[in-house]
Each structure stands twice: as structure tokens, then as C-alpha cells.
């Protein structure tokens, strides 16, 4: 990922499983799935001590996409289309902006049940060999903001500096530090 004086400039959707580590993710629903991927941007460079992350959450018909390019998504079928390609709050994120790249790392996932890269309806259920479709188990937004915590997990980070998000995002992040205070810095 490289950085212009307009943002982030081009930027790649990278997959985390979050269940290869963790063991089986189950749902507020009470339904279980084995096997969860996340897919994730990030936007600058994590500190040594890993302090500097500010997990972003997207509106509900958002995506892991939020700065920069990104003209491909493997895997998603057609439903990453040219209106995907610019991120959707790049104004915000980038070297000297709102969200400066060059003291965090922005780091925006696509949620759990997504359709651009997280594991959801579309996605093959391994039980049957077709895709979950409607037996994907509902979502609340505690699943959203666990399923989160996991990526952070893996990647390390113990503590965000802060939690962000628009609309539906906003919600995420009330529910992230009322459920996880200990891992929670600024809420915006």
C-alpha cells in the first residue's frame, strides 16, 4: 500500500480466519460455524507496541473498503463493481487527514455475513457443499463487533486507541466499549 499526497492511494482487501486460531464461532442466535473469514483494509502502519489501531465499523451496506483504490476483490462474484473501487470515506483517511495514517493504523473489516469478502450467505457451507443462503445464522451486532475482536486478536492487538464509525458503525463501536471497555480507547 502506498501513499499519495491525495491518500492512501492503492490499497488490497486481505482475509483473516478467525476461527483457525480461536475454535468455532458461535452466534447470539446460538448457532455455531467452524469456519469464519474476515476481510480487512488497513491504512498506515501499526506501532511496535501495537497502541496506535483505530478499528473503523462501516454502515450496514458498507464494506472493509474505506480509503484509496482498490479495482479487485477475489472471490466475490461480480459484486464488486466500479462504484466499489474508490473508498467510501477517503476523505477522511490518509497522511494529515482526520484519520493520519502517519500516527495510526486504520484498520477497516467487512462484517461477518458481508458480502464482499467476509464469510456469509454467499459463501460455501461446508456441510452441504452449496451456499448458506438463508441458513446462515442471523446477526446481531454483538456477532459484528465479536467477530471483530477476533480479527484483532489475530493480529495482535491487545488495546485500540480508538473506535469509529458512521451510521450503523456507531452502533458497533458503543457496543465494542461497553462490551469490551478493557480494549477500548477513544469511541467517536
Not at 499526497?5 to 492503492?10: D, T
Request: proline share 6%; charged share 15%; hydrophobic share 35%.
Amino acid at each position: 500500500m502506498g501513499h499519495t499526497k491525495h491518500g492512501v492511494g492503492h490499497v488490497e482487501t486481505q482475509f483473516q480466519s478467525i476461527t483457525d486460531d480461536f475454535g468455532p464461532f458461535t452466534f447470539a442466535s446460538g448457532q455455531t460455524v467452524d469456519s469464519l473469514t474476515i476481510a480487512y483494509e488497513t491504512y498506515g502502519t501499526l506501532n511496535a507496541d501495537r497502541s496506535n489501531a483505530i478499528l473503523l465499523f462501516h454502515a450496514l451496506s458498507g464494506s472493509q473498503h474505506a480509503a484509496g483504490v482498490n479495482p479487485d476483490v477475489p472471490n466475490i462474484e461480480g459484486r464488486w463493481t466500479p462504484d466499489c473501487h474508490q473508498g467510501w470515506w477517503d476523505d477522511f483517511i490518509g497522511p494529515g487527514r482526520a484519520l493520519d495514517t502517519d500516527r495510526f493504523c486504520v484498520i477497516c473489516a467487512n462484517y461477518v455475513g458481508g458480502c464482499y469478502g467476509s464469510t456469509g450467505p454467499a459463501s460455501i457451507n461446508p456441510a452441504t457443499g452449496l451456499p448458506w443462503a438463508s441458513d446462515f445464522p442471523h446477526i446481531s451486532v454483538n456477532d459484528v463487533v465479536r467477530s471483530q475482536a477476533r480479527l484483532l486478536d489475530a493480529l495482535g492487538i491487545a488495546k485500540l486507541h480508538a473506535v469509529i464509525g458512521p451510521s450503523t458503525g456507531g452502533l458497533a463501536c458503543l457496543n465494542f466499549a461497553t462490551t469490551m471497555p478493557e480494549r477500548t480507547g477513544l469511541v467517536i
